[in-house]
T-cell receptor, first 109, second 114 residues
Framework: GQNIDQPTEMTATEGAIVQINCTYQ??????LFWYQQHAGEAPTFLSY????GLEEKGRFSSFLSRSKGYSYLLLKELQMKDSASYLC??????????FGAGTTVTVRA | IAGITQAPTSQILAAGRRMTLRCTQD?????MYWYRQDLGLGLRLIHY???????GKGEVPDGYSVSRANTDDFPLTLASAVPSQTSVYFC?????????????FGPGTRLLVL
């Protein structure tokens, strides 16, 4: 089975930085994804890590440590539009995605 | 370019009724997926199809069936709906089911079974 854990909620101030952690235990590993989901909308792809290290994409960065079963998503220079749920997903040995329950980030003015 | 469309947008259904949720993509993606999303549980895979003519079971397949007669369409059928199938259903697709392939999601169908 798959076990993916991430915090339920986080709150931060506009302009600040927030780090969302994700730990996982899966049968096989073929990459870790982060998706953003605004309320009432579909998830949209943010980032992908398959090797250890940091991937930077504008204000968003994602880090992976395969030996520790750990990833984080870093959101910098927070904007009000970043208020959303962030989903950590691991692709297993059969190339199927398993999702965590999501972290709801609220950005305050 | 529409991407992935789902129909209906929302539906209220009496328990015991049969219901088909439709999903169509115009990206010529080989792989398609159905997920349900429930509060506190995240997205869970119901069924998938790696290519037209093939389907497979995901994490929570019971009570659901799928077919993949062509590349574009991947309908999900609830043969006899039960209240525990109340959920938001997302269809997704990816170019293949292999490495480096990102899944793209449709807008979702909100289903309430009474």
């Amino acid at each position: 089975g798959q076990n993916i854990d991430q915090p339920t909620e986080m709150t931060a101030t506009e302009g600040a930085i927030v780090q969302i952690n994700c730990t996982y235990q899966t049968s096989g590993f073929n990459g870790l994804f982060w998706y953003q989901q605004h309320a009432g909308e579909a998830p949209t792809f943010l980032s992908y890590n398959v090797l250890d290290g940091l991937e930077e994409k504008g204000r968003f960065s994602s880090f992976l440590s395969r030996s520790k079963g750990y990833s984080y998503l870093l959101l910098k220079e927070l904007q009000m539009k970043d208020s959303a749920s962030y989903l950590c997903a691991v692709r297993d040995g059969d190339y199927k995605l398993s999702f965590g329950a999501g972290t709801t980030v609220t950005v305050r003015a | 370019i529409a991407g992935i469309t789902q129909a209906p947008t929302s539906q209220i259904l009496a328990a015991g009724r049969r219901m088909t949720l439709r999903c169509t993509q115009d990206m010529r993606h080989n792989a398609m997926y159905w997920y349900r999303q429930d509060l506190g549980l995240g997205l869970r895979l119901i069924h998938y199809s790696n290519t037209a003519g093939t389907t497979g079971k995901g994490e929570v397949p019971d009570g659901y069936s799928v077919s993949r007669a062509n590349t574009d369409d991947f309908p999900l059928t609830l043969a006899s709906a039960v209240p525990s199938q109340t959920s938001v259903y997302f269809c997704a697709s990816s170019e293949t089911s292999g490495d480096l392939e990102t899944q793209y999601f449709g807008p979702g169908t909100r289903l309430l079974v009474l």
